[in-house]
């Protein structure tokens, strides 16, 4: 099943706590129950950024690994 994002971040080379930050602030002006797709790095991104996510309440519906980065998409709760 193929998840429509209802918005999307590129957010490779960009460092922690940053690539959260910026993926919490987006996920603020967003409605519950839309979608978020975030384009992290491998490594530390991808180790903390769905972590703090979930801990934040909202839900992982989909990661994808593409090379040396990862696509994640995050429904608002």
């Given at each position: 099943m193929d998840i429509k994002a209802d918005?999307?971040?590129d957010l490779r080379n960009?460092?922690?706590?940053?690539?959260?930050v910026k993926t919490k602030l987006q996920l603020e002006m967003m409605e519950k129950g839309q979608v978020l797709e975030i384009v992290i790095d491998d490594g530390e991104p991808i180790q903390n950024v769905p972590k703090s996510i979930k801990e934040e309440g909202h839900k992982i519906v989909e990661v994808k690994k593409e090379g040396d980065h990862f696509r994640l998409k995050i429904e608002k709760r």
């Open positions: 918005k999307s971040l960009v460092l922690c706590p940053i690539n959260f």
